[in-house]
């Protein structure tokens, strides 16, 4: 029986043609027969693929032939192409939509004017640095709030966002200005998120920033549950959420009854259609699964 895999990737670097590189990209996959997410701009490139392991190993070994691409830091999961509904290959204005294409600069290097980025082990040395000098770190969540319902550092501060483009009306709003002298990690699932988060932060006057190198997926291929993370991963396909390990402990709560859960359901409201942690007691219950967001109070 033939393994499969799914692999997350990006690269931020500069491309004279983004719409070159996604007819590459999907004919690429398509001789494959590959699925996934590849976001191309002029930014570089953001990749989440999955398929039969020999067909992914075949796709990175001509993607990496791409020259800005060969130092691309590939992280795998368990999964395939059955995991996603269908191949989507797209030109966009920026990689991560924070609504500033014009506030990000990227060299051969990738992202001018970033957080310092660090290792896990090096994240570890700074948290363990800055508390013998009396000072906290503090993880600043890069992902929409609702995957830190289920798994994210230990203290950290999860902005009040629904969308990426959010954190730019966070940011302006001065509601994080007391971070402003203080060390502050920026993290997401894999990386590109907060590497643009990292120079938007500096920009607005963030003395002190560091971004997560790999994202959260790296930093639990190093330390699974015994480190600074808690939870479960959100990760944006069919299989909604990973585990570290098997014992990864469960920080989300059912809507309706406040169980331990990992598992988001849709709202029934076909207007709303907001993901909803339900356990699994709920969720095969007879009552319609309303988000409690108005939807509940109204059905």
Same mark, same amino acid.
């Given at each position: 029986m033939a393994l499969h895999r799914i692999v997350l990737f990006y690269c931020f670097t500069p491309l004279a043609d983004p719409e070159a590189i996604r007819l590459w990209q999907r004919s690429l996959c398509e001789s494959l027969g590959l699925r996934g997410r590849i976001i191309v701009s002029e930014h570089g490139i953001n990749a989440t693929v999955g398929g039969e392991l020999s067909a992914v190993k075949r796709y990175l070994r001509a993607t990496k032939e791409y020259p800005g691409f060969r130092g691309i830091d590939v992280k795998w999961s368990e999964g395939g192409a +059955?995991? &996603?509904?269908?191949?989507?290959?797209?030109?966009?204005?920026?990689? =991560?939509?924070?609504?500033?294409?014009?506030?990000l600069k990227v060299d051969d290097d990738g992202v001018v004017g970033g957080g310092e980025r660090l290792t896990p082990e090096g994240l570890h040395q700074l948290v363990d640095a800055r508390r013998e000098e009396g000072r906290e770190v503090v993880f600043f969540d890069g992902r929409n709030a609702f995957e830190a319902q289920i798994g994210r550092f230990k203290g950290a501060v999860v902005p009040n966002v629904a969308t990426t483009r959010d954190f730019m009306r966070e940011l302006d709003s001065g509601a994080y200005d007391e971070l402003k002298d203080k060390p502050v990690v920026t993290y997401c699932t894999g990386g590109v998120r907060c590497e643009v988060l990292s120079a938007l932060m500096r920009q607005r006057g963030f003395e002190e920033v560091y971004q997560l190198e790999g994202g959260i997926a790296r930093y639990g +291929?190093? &330390?699974?549950?015994?480190?600074?993370?808690?939870?479960?991963?959100? =990760?944006?396909d069919r299989r909604m959420h990973l585990e570290f390990s098997e014992s990864a402990v469960t920080v989300?709560?059912?809507?309706?009854?406040?169980?331990?859960?990992?598992?988001?359901?849709?709202?029934?409201?076909?207007?709303?259609?907001?993901?909803?942690?339900?356990?699994?007691?709920?969720a095969v219950g007879t009552?319609?699964?309303?988000?409690?967001?108005?939807?509940?109070?109204?059905a």
């Open positions: +059955e995991d &996603f509904p269908r191949l989507s290959v797209k030109v966009r204005p920026e990689l =991560v939509s924070f609504g500033a294409p014009e506030g +291929e190093a &330390f699974g549950d015994d480190g600074l993370w808690e939870g479960s991963l959100y =990760v944006f989300g709560t059912c809507a309706r009854c406040s169980a331990p859960t990992s598992d988001f359901h849709n709202c029934a409201n076909p207007a709303c259609r907001e993901l909803t942690l339900f356990c699994a007691g709920c009552e319609e699964l309303r988000c409690p967001q108005g939807c509940a109070v109204s």
